[in-house]
């Protein structure tokens, strides 16, 4: 029987901008978080405003199990597929993330999102909920909920931790504030097709800068 998992919200009191540049630090790689061994990128989007950024990521995870266990059940590690898709313009982030490892055994979901506070616009709200259906693993769907929801837990708390952590980086580096989002202006360095970039001198921001060194979709514009 599927087990739904639906979380308290957590309140950052932050910008969502700022939330987002801390959260994109994660990847593809994060050192507080041991068992997340990395990702790739297996399908990415952005619209030519900048406004819009779908990312699609294999995630291979380490599961806290024993050796006999993973020989079992014939895998050393498991692997989640993540889907984040970012609105700047409406300030959302939505991310889904599914089991592909194990998919006609177990189904996981889990479905996040950060927005702005309903009651603060500058602050950042995250709500969590997921969904457990274990359909046939093994003779031991029992211990695997178990291990399931033990290493879900422990998640839960690192994530808000691994937040903050990159905030303080940020802001340690004189990142303190992101401007919003805006619609871009006309591009006076690229005559190409695209013909617009959001431009914001010695600022972060958000777009699609292609005339910028170290391209992403959050750096420093290098125009002189």
């Known amino acids: 029987m599927p087990q739904e998992y639906q979380l308290p919200d957590r309140v950052y009191k932050h910008p969502f901008e700022m939330i987002m540049a801390a959260y994109e630090r994660r990847f593809p790689t994060c050192a507080m978080i041991p068992s997340f061994l990395g990702s790739e990128t297996i399908s990415e989007h952005r619209s030519k405003d900048g406004a819009i950024h779908v990312i699609e990521r294999r995630c291979k995870i380490d599961v806290d199990v024993s050796y006999f266990l993973k020989k079992m059940c014939g895998a050393d590690y498991v692997y989640f597929i993540q889907k984040n898709s970012l609105n700047m313009r409406n300030r959302t982030l939505n991310i889904v993330a599914t089991n592909e490892t194990f998919s006609s055994r177990v189904k996981i979901r889990e479905e996040c999102s950060y927005k702005p506070h309903p009651d603060n616009p500058e602050w950042t709200i995250f709500t969590q909920k997921a969904m457990l259906n274990i359909i046939n693993f093994f003779g031991i769907e029992g211990q695997v909920e178990k291990i399931g929801i033990k290493a879900y837990h422990k998640n839960i708390k690192k ?39 959001s431009h914001f001198r010695g600022l972060y921001y958000w777009g699609d800068c292609r005339g910028c060194v170290g391209y992403s979709s959050i750096h420093k514009c290098r125009f002189d």
């Open 159 to 197: 994530g808000k931790e691994i937040i903050m952590y990159y905030l303080n980086e940020l802001h340690e580096e004189g990142v303190t504030f992101i401007p919003r989002w805006t619609a871009p202006l006309k591009d006076t360095h690229d005559t190409s097709d695209s013909g617009t970039i």
